[in-house]
């Protein structure tokens, strides 16, 4: 049964524990992390050698290879073995790296603390690709969405909350670091009894045969990702958002003392509304989305990204600090708010980027190979991030300040969206439907299970505007290759669009026989690789709101590959400024702007039912009285 609502999730069993289970191990990562910095930062400096701040970044570094190194292996062992169990013994491993990394506390061993740390990479490493594509397991597809963003939302509130309670605890005197230590331990068997209920979740490649060579397997899982190209280009695109996160991350403590002038009050403030904002945005992707992979929502991210990233430079430029201030002196300052909402909104179009981009990834990987899919993202992610930091160690040297890092970074943001968009046009394509949908029409949907979630099918509609392929598509999650008429595929500005849909223009036999055959030819191979194929039989728009005589293509093109005929029907949309109704005064053109249009959707029907008459009934009657 689909969940309602993603907040329903969290009262299912086949959620609920593994929400906690995560959320538990993404928090005691940061606690453990951030007690440590605390720790060689504060209280250890008589125990070092070397400079603590050189200590600082060895811990980054040192907890991010292990994703390098054991991604590939972790992927395998995801793909091959029981889920549940598997998550299972991944907590108890945590509960010992723990025990041993409260050992280095109360010793104040440095070296049983990084063996700990290197050992928590480890669990991390082992647990990413679980994280991921266990969900797709117990979740339907329209909850892919919803589930991904309460996971989001849950990891970066985790983080937050992980990260000021690791520092916290430590710094309590007399036994900070006992505190601490126990704390982990807590934390991890808290997670390993939320993982005993998790429900049994097969394996999906039991007969895998293990790779225990790292950089073969490493090598093979990139070339996995590599196969579907929307799936790899997703992965870039995530892993790219790894590269601008990290840098704002990682300048965030400098940016708040030496341009905002605050202490680490403040430096903790923005921190927590960046989190909040990145758990925010992941929480309405499911409503913005209509409970559907919408990779729509992934170019107005990247557009936020980059707006708000320029923004923050603009607001930031000209700013003196006088000496640290606390939370109370920096917020009674007017141009604070300013940065705060900027950062705020650059976490929740984080959000938007993100969640989608992950659903994405699972809903089109094979679920054979799955798990190493998400281990080859993790893979580069953790490239993307370790290149981040040599980026901004190199512009910052080259006389950058911190805001116009911010700048830089915010443009490449804007050049990168621009490229993958233009290699995958669906993302770019999507993206304007989903603005026709939500900003000129208001779309009331009925019928969509009708469509089945994968293999070949027809969808026959009747033809009303020239935007109704992009208002099927933007309500339909599948992409559907649309056999068009050949003139409206030519319409300046909708041809970008249509091209990106992989539409197959059609002319009459008498217009172009030649275009015909092509066309008839080009919608068959689609159905044989198993996508939808989307057809307007009247063979040209309206005239009059009234549907024209249906045409014999769609009999055509299922005479060679029999697949269900699903019909559908647009509503409201005569009378609007993309149908012949508006020809004529400006007045007309904008006549139903904002309305309320309808699509109808009805159970499939066998090929051989499919007659021209047959089918227009079948549409005029799900299409009623209103035109």
Not at 341 to 347: Q, S
Not at 409 to 437: D, K
Not at 488 to 513: E, G, H, Q, W, Y
Not at 576 to 597: D, E, L, N, T, Y
């Amino acid at each position: 049964m689909s969940s309602p609502n993603q907040f329903r999730l969290l009262n299912e069993r086949r959620f609920a524990p593994f929400f906690w289970t995560q959320f538990a191990a993404a928090g005691n990562d940061n606690v453990f992390k951030n007690a440590f910095v605390v720790f060689v930062t504060f209280e250890a400096t008589n125990l070092l050698s070397v400079d603590p701040g050189m200590i600082v970044n060895v811990i980054g570094a040192l907890f991010i290879l292990p994703f390098m190194l054991l991604s590939a292996t972790s992927g395998q062992l995801a793909d091959k073995y029981e889920k549940s169990q598997l998550i299972r013994l991944i907590k108890l491993f945590e509960i010992a790296i723990m025990v041993i990394g409260c050992a280095g506390f109360v010793l104040s061993s440095i070296a049983l603390l990084f063996v700990a740390l290197a050992l928590l990479g480890v669990h991390s490493t082992l647990f990413g690709p679980v994280k991921y594509a266990i969900l797709p397991q117990h979740l339907a597809t329209d909850e892919l969405v919803g589930g991904n963003g309460m996971v989001e939302m849950g990891t970066f509130v985790a983080i937050l909350i992980g990260t000021i309670a690791g520092g916290l605890v430590v710094a309590i005197k007399p036994h900070g670091t006992l505190w601490a230590g126990l704390l982990t331990i807590a934390i991890a068997v808290f997670g390993w009894f939320a993982s005993r209920r998790i429900p049994y979740t097969p394996a999906v490649a039991p007969g895998l045969r293990i790779n225990w060579n790292l950089f073969t397997e490493t090598w093979r899982n990139l070339k996995l990702g590599r196969e579907n190209l929307v799936v790899w280009r997703s992965m870039l695109g995530i892993s790219w958002f790894w590269f601008y996160g990290a840098i704002y991350l990682a300048q965030l403590p400098e940016f708040t003392k030496g341009v905002l002038g605050g202490d680490e009050h403040v430096f903790t403030l923005l921190l927590a509304i960046f989190s909040i904002g990145i758990g925010v945005g992941s929480l309405l992707c499911e409503r913005m989305s209509g409970r559907k992979v919408e990779i729509g929502l992934v170019p107005f991210g990247s557009i936020g990204l980059t707006l708000f990233a320029i923004d923050l430079w603009l607001a930031t430029r000209h700013l003196a600090p006088a000496g640290a201030s606390g939370v109370s002196a920096f917020l009674a300052q007017p141009e604070s708010w300013r940065v705060i909402v900027d950062i705020v909104l650059l976490g929740v179009f984080g959000g938007f980027y993100t969640v989608p981009l992950y659903a994405l990834i699972q809903a089109r990987s094979e679920p054979s190979h799955r798990s190493r899919i998400i281990a080859a993202n993790n893979i580069l992610n953790a490239l993307f991030i370790i290149v981040s930091a040599a980026v901004a160690i190199a512009l910052l040297k080259a006389g950058l300040t911190i805001p116009e890092l911010f700048l830089v970074v915010g443009i490449l943001n804007g050049i990168v969206a621009v490229y993958i968009y233009t290699l995958v046009p669906e993302f770019l394509m999507r993206f304007l439907a989903w603005l026709l949908i939500h900003t000129l029409y208001r779309v009331r949907q009925q019928g969509l299970e009708n469509i089945p979630d994968e293999g070949p099918c027809v969808l026959v509609c009747n033809h009303v505007s020239y935007v109704d392929a992009m208002v099927i598509s933007a309500c339909v999650p599948r992409p559907i290759r649309f056999v068009m008429d050949h003139q409206i595929f030519r319409i300046p500005v909708l041809s970008f669009v249509f091209r990106a849909m992989n539409a197959i223009p059609i002319a009459s036999a008498k217009v172009d026989a030649a275009l015909k055959e092509r066309a008839i030819r080009e919608a068959q191979d689609a159905l044989a690789a198993g996508e939808i194929v989307g057809i307007f039989p009247e063979g040209k728009l309206t005239n009059d709101g009234e549907m024209n005589v249906f045409r014999p293509g769609v009999q055509q093109i299922v005479s060679a590959v029999p697949a269900p005929v699903v019909p559908m029907a647009l509503s409201g949309l005569w009378g609007s400024m993309f149908s012949h109704a508006s020809r004529g005064s400006v007045f007309r053109k904008f006549r139903g702007v904002f309305s309320r249009i309808g699509l109808e959707v009805a159970p499939p029907l066998r090929p051989a039912a499919t007659t021209p008459e047959e089918l227009r009934s079948v549409v005029l009657q799900l299409r009623g009285d209103i035109r």
